[in-house]
């Protein structure tokens, strides 16, 4: 098992920034890849960008140049750095954990990010 628990959403005005994290618990050492999803009200949830253990990104093209995803296998912390945010850019934001070994996908509770305009 693998628990996620994600932090650091909040209000921001448009042009700001936030920092989110995703801790991570339990069997860490099955998990390859980490991402971010997001899921705006009345919409489904959506890929934002993902990390796996060698370190290679990948990103929605709404967020790229603008989001950098990264990871501290030490921490066993995920980061999601957002900058230059906009209105559109909010919604609940989710932890994904993936176990290869296993086929399974763990998911955080999630944390509200809401950009003013």
């Known amino acids: 098992q693998v628990q996620l628990a994600e932090s650091g959403g909040g209000l921001v005005p448009a042009g700001g920034s936030l920092r989110l994290s995703c801790a991570a618990a339990?069997?860490?050492?099955?998990?390859?890849?980490m991402g971010w999803y997001r899921q705006a009200p009345e919409k489904q949830r959506e890929l934002v960008a993902t990390i796996v253990t060698g370190g290679s990104t990948n990103y929605a093209d709404s967020v790229k140049g603008r989001f950098t995803i990264s990871r501290d296998n030490a921490k066993n912390t995920m980061y999601l750095q957002m900058n230059s945010l906009k209105p559109e850019d909010t919604a609940v934001y989710y932890c994904?954990?993936?176990?290869?070994?296993?086929?399974?996908?763990?998911w955080g509770r999630g944390t509200l990010v809401t950009v003013s305009s």
């Open positions: 994904r954990a993936y176990d290869f070994t296993r086929g399974v996908n763990y």
């Open positions: 339990g069997n860490i050492a099955r998990v390859t890849t």
